[in-house]
T-cell receptor, first 113, second 114 residues
Framework: AQSVAQPEDQVNVAEGNPLTVKCTYSVSGNPYLFWYVQYPNRGLQFLLKYITGDNLVKGSYGFEAEFNKSQTSFHLKKPSALVSDSALYFCAVTLGGYQKVTFGTGTKLQVIP | NAGVTQTPKFRVLKTGQSMTLLCAQDMNHEYMYWYRQDPGMGLRLIHYSVGEGTTAKGEVPDGYNVSRLKKQNFLLGLESAAPSQTSVYFC?????????????FGPGTRLTVL
């Protein structure tokens, strides 16, 4: 069975500082990994994905994520946080072909002015 | 291009009442999904559809039924609502399931069952 862990319920960071939101996964096979963001009272929006190739993936709004196969991690990063980045972030994993997507429980990011 | 839309946005039901949630997408996506979101539990898949006329169960299908009579629409039904079904419901669609295709989500329906 596949699973995703987001070990932090909430991450607080000062505006302008770098941010990291952690994600680890467990699958039997090569994973496809995603990050989504959810703003209050909205649906999830796709940020970025790792399929294959370069371990560093760049996405929307200046976010990037690094795939680390040995540590089974896919942490989301941004060099300089904005107050507008405050939202709920979800990591997700799936396998190739048709396999269901498993979402993490979400991490609330709070950027403090 | 409206993307994925959901109707209604809010609903309050009494235990035992029934209702249907409508999801529509205008992106010609093959795959559609219904999730529920509960605090601390992330998103859980209720039912999904891999094409017009086909549906399948997800992780938490009990108490729900779905239909996909048209490619662009995916309906979620609650035949006899229970307080445990109080949740936020999200519909999503993707060009294909799994693989490298991200999902596009609707704005959600907040359902309260009293």
């Amino acid at each position: 069975a596949q699973s995703v862990a987001q070990p932090e319920d909430q991450v607080n960071v000062a505006e302008g500082n770098p941010l990291t939101v952690k994600c680890t996964y467990s699958v039997s096979g090569n994973p496809y990994l995603f990050w989504y963001v959810q703003y209050p009272n909205r649906g999830l929006q796709f940020l970025l994905k790792y399929i294959t190739g370069d371990n560093l993936v760049k996405g929307s709004y200046g976010f990037e994520a690094e795939f680390n196969k040995s540590q089974t991690s896919f942490h989301l990063k941004k060099p300089s946080a904005l107050v507008s980045d405050s939202a709920l972030y979800f990591c997700a994993v799936t396998l190739g072909g048709y396999q269901k997507v498993t979402f993490g429980t979400g991490t609330k990011l709070q950027v403090i002015p | 291009n409206a993307g994925v839309t959901q109707t209604p946005k809010f609903r309050v039901l009494k235990t035992g009442q029934s209702m249907t949630l409508l999801c529509a997408q205008d992106m010609n996506h093959e795959y559609m999904y219904w999730y529920r979101q509960d605090p601390g539990m992330g998103l859980r898949l209720i039912h999904y559809s891999v094409g017009e006329g086909t549906t399948a169960k997800g992780e938490v299908p009990d108490g729900y039924n779905v239909s996909r009579l048209k490619k662009q629409n995916f309906l979620l039904g609650l035949e006899s609502a229970a307080p445990s079904q109080t949740s936020v419901y999200f519909c999503a669609s993707s060009y294909r399931a799994g693989g490298h295709n991200e999902q596009f989500f609707g704005p959600g329906t907040r359902l309260t069952v009293l």
